[in-house]
């Protein structure tokens, strides 16, 4: 709708809003036409402050200009919407709702950043749902028009920017008729022209700048009418009607939540749910926020309203109650004191910060509230408050009528392993083929490719307004691609009674059941669950698909579900590959046929033993390590374990300060292969670890002796530099369970074997059979000591490979290109660092929980990292090294005086040296430590 609506689109990417660039930019490219049969023009700026000031020039000289943003973003923009407010200049922005940065960063949905821009003057609309979201695009851009208030249109960032549903589509005559070919024309009109020259934005003095600010107030006045006529005039054309605060429940209605954005369909959901109870509860939608109407907000609210819970999805700290809390309270409040109407309790509620769930348990919850004789009046629902106590419990296994009536599918993936493409195909050809209605919602975790996914599949005959994810005990399939997930995950949690579970294994079918851990086995039997299983990687390979087995486990979807005939399904899958590859390339078509024929064929049923011959099950390694910290076995394993939902907020660093060097515990066991060192060819370059974007190879050097213990199957061999001592030996290491198989080291590798020269020094193994040698050859490699940093060659690649490296098993994509080069910095310098992280993929693979890939050495010394926004990190940079100047300066004059008070030999304790030179450094610490040694116990009043 905004492509269609608009000439000028300035652009900035942004998660979750970037996509909508991005399809306009491809739309732009593909020369598709706007409604008046012009290609917009898209350009992309260098921030979302310039695409701001972008949109503000276009705007002025007469064009109809939009654009999308999130969170950051959207902040960088304010400077230019209080101007385009302030001259009453018509234009839509479209804003995936995501959180902004505070004591972290979060890419999740939810209403703080639309919630900074309440005082720029902008209208403030929001959507739903995505059916709502193409609606209301429309209905603000018809809106604006009319009424010259800029408006910002959002929704939920994830929840529903990137959820897959069944929609009407607006037809582009429709769009047509809601834009006043006369308003256009008057926008245009007010544009600045040499034909008709005015001069806008001036400079105003204290006389008349108030005044000027107060005349605008009869187009605020008149905008909520605008906009519901907005609304009327797309009803009569859609037959799909809103309201400013849409009212859905008992018309005698004592208890009422209000809220915005996708929650409001959970609450519907829930509403009629008890109403069919017979319980007096409603819901109150609201559209429009800004401008605010009381009138329409106590028109749609039901008089008999007695208890009121205003819920925000965001949090203003210090605030005695969030912003629309306190706008309900006063429309309320003044109805009160005018005697108009009754004053029913109001309390304000948080809840779904950064896309946390927002369940029908917890809309039970707040209704359950609601019915206290003294409820809270600021309350939390969705998380476990053991510090101030705020939150409210829920009904874990409260379920819906209309959630019972839906067929649910869950698929675990990897990120990128294209689960998530086949999901979505496998929406778009039941929404095609039958007459039902489609929801696909796809649970990332923020780190790069090769993160799990979960996808969320609803199937049913009537429209689906469950925002929140299929709950335990609900998905009639369940499928799990990752074999590894088996050991890691409570896959079948989701599994409802009496279903099916899918499950990508290398395993023969005939001996998978044994393979299965126990705690799974007893479910697949108390829940009567049919096991089916496919070694997809195998047909990948054989059918030339490479690791890609998104094709073959949709293909497993459809012939095992029983959603669709298998015929119609096998042929709607094949429909879809050509739609998605036809134009693309024949030969990827001919490929993806063979796969999904191929499976039709490697697709079995295990049949599942009887309780008495069920056999004893492999045994696990235990949930949590023996020897990790504290911190560690509380926080960051739980998280990484699935449970993070669960954890108080007592655990929770207040300022978001973590240790470092928890990445060595995740063990993500995602690599497929693994490299395998030729001892006897490399050369010892140490190339293999200088590309290695995980620091999975690594590369030591030790003394002979160091290696006596070594188990038999550890590799090391003398060290070929002569710059070496005498008698030192050499290892290259991978660490198996963090490797993530991209084979960047083989890539890189320069030696072949003459007699094989497909052979390399390093080389690609399954890794099934190498896993336990190899974990244990890695756990003696960090047990040797580290080599003399003094004897080594910083300035060459096999000299730096042998440093230390404090960075280590990160998120990043396999292959990543970049983290070498911070992996390299901190092998040099690691332990002097102050990093100053731009917000982007280094923040994801850098300093996303529940890991943190940098850690420190053996005297507990490592890189100081800090996130900052991406706009400003170089002066955020230049600070850090401002206050480190400072601080050294500060220290050289201290200890300075210190060693002169009390022994001038040491007056040069700490010499000027350049930072990146090792032996300065240590010279440094040495001078250091000998003069803290004297000061101990020194009575020199700044000894201390």
């Not at 919630?115 to 929001?126: D, E, I, K």
């Not at 778009?428 to 090769?450: N, P, R």
Request: hydrophobic share 45%.
């Amino acid at each position: 709708m905004a492509y269609l609506t608009n000439e000028v689109i300035a652009i900035y990417p942004i998660t979750p809003a970037s996509s909508m660039g991005e399809w306009a930019d491809e739309w732009a490219s593909q020369g598709r036409l706007n409604l008046w049969g012009a290609v917009p023009t898209i350009i992309e700026m260098q921030s979302e402050g310039g695409a701001a000031g972008a949109l503000h020039g276009a705007l002025t000289s007469g064009a109809l200009a939009t654009s999308f943003t999130a969170s950051q973003g959207l902040l960088l923009m304010i400077p230019n919407l209080y101007k385009i407010a302030g001259e009453l200049t018509p234009f839509v922005l479209h804003v995936a709702a995501r959180a902004l940065a505070t004591h972290a960063l979060s890419i999740f949905g939810d209403q703080s950043d639309v919630m900074a821009c309440r005082a720029t003057g902008c209208a403030m609309l929001a959507a739903n749902s995505p059916q709502e979201a193409q609606d209301l695009a429309v209905v603000a851009q018809a809106a604006t028009l009319a009424g010259r208030i800029p408006v910002i249109h959002f929704f939920d960032g994830f929840r529903t920017s990137h959820e897959v549903a069944k929609i009407v589509a607006v037809e582009t005559d429709v769009v047509r008729a809601m834009l006043d070919a006369d308003l256009i024309a008057a926008h245009r009109t007010r544009a600045l022209s040499p034909e008709h020259p005015v001069l806008r934005g001036t400079s105003q003095n204290p006389d008349v700048f108030f005044q000027s600010r107060e005349r605008a107030n009869p187009w605020y006045d008149a905008f909520p009418q605008i906009v519901q006529a907005t609304m009327d005039r797309f009803g009569e054309l859609t037959g799909r009607h809103y309201t400013l605060f849409d009212y859905v429940g008992a018309m005698d209605a004592e208890r009422v939540i209000v809220l915005m954005g996708s929650g409001a369909e959970t609450v519907h959901e829930t509403v009629d749910h008890l109403c069919a109870r017979g319980e007096k509860v409603g819901v109150l939608k609201v559209r429009l926020y800004r401008p605010f109407s009381p009138a329409a907000l106590l028109a749609a609210l039901p008089p008999s309203a007695r208890s009121v819970a205003v819920l925000d999805r965001c949090k203003e700290p210090g605030a005695d109650g969030e912003p629309l809390y306190k706008d309900v309270v006063t429309a309320l409040a003044q109805a009160s004191a005018d005697g108009t109407r009754a004053m029913p309790r109001v309390i304000g509620g948080r809840y779904g910060l950064a896309s946390k769930e927002f369940t029908p348990g917890m809309v039970q919850a707040v209704f359950g509230e609601l019915a206290q004789p003294a409820p809270k009046r600021q309350f939390t629902v969705g998380i476990h408050d053991d510090l101030t106590h705020l939150s409210l419990p829920w009904d874990e296994a409260f379920r819906t009528d209309a959630s019972r009536q839906l067929q649910h599918a869950v698929f675990w993936g990897l990120g990128a392993d294209g689960t998530v493409s086949a999901n979505k195909n496998s929406i778009k050809i039941l929404g095609e083929a039958i007459d039902l209605q489609a929801q696909g919602y796809f649970v990332y975790d923020s780190k790069k490719s090769g993160a799990v996914t979960v996808s969320h599949l609803r199937f049913g005959p009537a429209p689906i307004r469950s925002t929140y994810l299929v709950e335990a005990g609900m998905a009639g399939f369940v499928a799990c691609h990752q074999p590894v997930f088996v050991e890691r995950y409570d896959l079948l949690a989701h599994a409802a009674p009496d279903g099916v579970f899918l499950l990508n294994t290398p395993v023969p079918p005939d001996q998978v059941w044994d393979t299965l851990p126990q705690k799974m086995r007893a479910q697949i039997q108390e829940k009567r669950l049919q096991l089916w299983v496919i070694d997809a990687y195998a047909v990948a390979a054989e059918a030339g698909m490479g690791r890609r087995i998104n094709t073959i486990m949709q293909t497993c979807f459809f012939a095992i579900s029983g959603i669709l005939p298998k015929d119609q399904a096998i042929a709607a899958i094949k429909h879809a590959v050509d739609k998605t590859y036809g134009k693309k390339s024949k030969r990827l078509v001919e490929l993806n046929y063979k796969a999904i024929d191929m499976t039709l064929t490697e697709l079995h049923r295990v049949a599942i033993p009887t309780q008495a011959a069920i056999g004893k099950a492999p045994e696990l390694a235990p949930a949590v390590p023996a020897a990790v910290p504290d911190f560690v076995r509380d926080l960051t394993l739980p998280i990484y374990q699935g449970h993070g939902d669960h954890l108080p907020v007592s655990l929770l660093p207040a300022d978001g300060t973590y240790p470092l060097g928890t990445a060595q515990y995740e063990k993500r066991n995602i690599a497929l292969e693994i490299p395998v060192w030729d001892a006897d060819l490399c050369t010892q370059c140490g190339k293999c670890v200088l590309v290695c974007p995980h620091t999975a190879i690594r590369a030591r050097a030790f003394s002979a002796e160091a290696a006596a213990s070594a188990p038999p199957t550890f590799k090391h061999v003398p060290a070929r530099s002569k710059d070496l001592p005498a008698g030192t030996h050499i290892s290259y290491q991978v660490a198996p369970e963090d490797c993530t198989g991209c084979g960047d080291c083989v890539e890189a590798c320069p030696i072949h074997d003459k007699s094989n020269v497909s052979h390399r020094a390093v080389n690609m193994a399954p890794v099934a059979p190498l896993r336990e040698q190899e974990r244990d050859n890695f756990a003696f490699f960090l047990r040797l000591p580290e080599f003399d940093r003094g004897l080594l060659t910083h300035g060459t690649i096999p000299g730096s490979m042998l440093l230390d490296p404090l960075f280590e098993f990160s998120g990043a994509c396999a292959g990543c290109g970049e983290t070498p080069y911070i992996r390299l910095a901190t092998q040099l310098f690691g332990d002097r660092m102050l990093v100053a992280n731009a917000t982007g993929c280094s923040s994801i693979y850098g300093g996303n929980l529940p890991s943190t890939p940098y850690t420190v050495n053996g005297a507990g010394r490592g890189p100081a990292w800090s996130n900052s926004l991406f706009e400003d990190n170089a002066e955020f940079g230049l600070g850090m090294r401002l206050a480190a100047d400072q601080l050294m300066a500060y220290a050289k004059l201290l200890v300075q005086e210190l060693a002169t008070a009390i022994g001038g030999d040491l007056a040069a304790a700490l010499v000027d040296a350049d930072q990146r030179e090792e032996a300065c450094i240590v010279e440094q610490r040495r001078r250091v430590a000998v003069l803290l040694d004297k000061l101990a116990g020194s009575a020199h009043p700044r000894a201390r």
